[in-house]
């Protein structure tokens, strides 16, 4: 699944993909695509046991791909 957050203001970005993460399994993969890198979430995934990786994109864009790895 892909969440495109582009263009919302926080915390829209960081609310929409907790909410997606809420209804996945554990081992499936998210990705989101954000304006900027979310250093909020990045601590919420660590505290929840999320793993996730951030790729830059060529528009300035970042694209962080969260594995559900925790309840």
Not at 3 to 10: K, M, Q, S, T, Y
Not at 37 to 46: C, I
Not at 61 to 70: D, E, L, Q, R
């Amino acid at each position: 699944m892909v969440i495109d957050n582009r263009g919302l203001e926080p915390p829209q970005p960081m609310m929409r993909t907790l909410k997606a993460l809420k209804k996945m399994n554990n081992g499936e993969t998210l990705a989101i695509i954000n304006d900027r890198r979310p250093m909020f979430l990045y601590e919420e995934l660590d505290e929840l046991g999320y793993s996730h990786e951030t790729e830059p994109q060529e528009d300035g864009s970042f694209k962080i791909t969260i594995t559900k790895t925790g309840d």
